[in-house]
């Protein structure tokens, strides 16, 4: 079993950046692939960005060249940079742990532990 706590969201102006954190516990977590989404109003949960043990990453065409999703292993923790946001980048975003495909973009459906999720609002 995995838990996983989000933070870092807020309230930015469009070009800013922020950084998301998320704070794992539990076994395995090293081993596991480990990947960010977002759902916005009225819209279903996105995946963002994948990084599996190994540190091989991958992005949706949405965010890439934009975001970028690290770990420390030291530290049990999953991160994702966001920089020259967007107001369309609003919404709730999660962190996800042991996904059962490698596939671009991540897909919830093959994800199996989840955060509870941080706001982030990108104002105009």
């Known amino acids: 079993q995995v838990q996983l706590v989000e933070s870092g969201g807020g309230s930015v102006q469009a070009g800013g950046s922020l950084r998301l954190s998320c704070a794992a516990s539990g076994y395995g977590y090293n081993e596991y692939c480990m990947g960010w989404f977002r759902q916005r109003p009225s819209k279903g949960r996105e995946g963002l960005a994948m990084?599996?043990?190994?540190?091989?990453?991958i992005y949706a065409s949405s965010v890439k060249g934009r975001f970028i999703i690290s770990r420390d292993d030291a530290k049990n923790t999953l991160f994702l940079q966001m920089n020259s946001l967007k107001p369309e980048d609003t919404g709730v975003y999660y962190c996800?742990?042991?996904?059962?495909?490698?596939?671009?973009?991540?897909?919830?459906?093959?994800?199996?532990?989840w955060g509870q999720g941080t706001q982030v609002t990108v104002a105009s």
């Open positions: 996800a742990a042991q996904c059962a495909r490698w596939r671009i973009p991540p897909q919830p459906e093959d994800f199996t532990y």
């Open positions: 990084l599996d043990h190994n540190g091989d990453t």
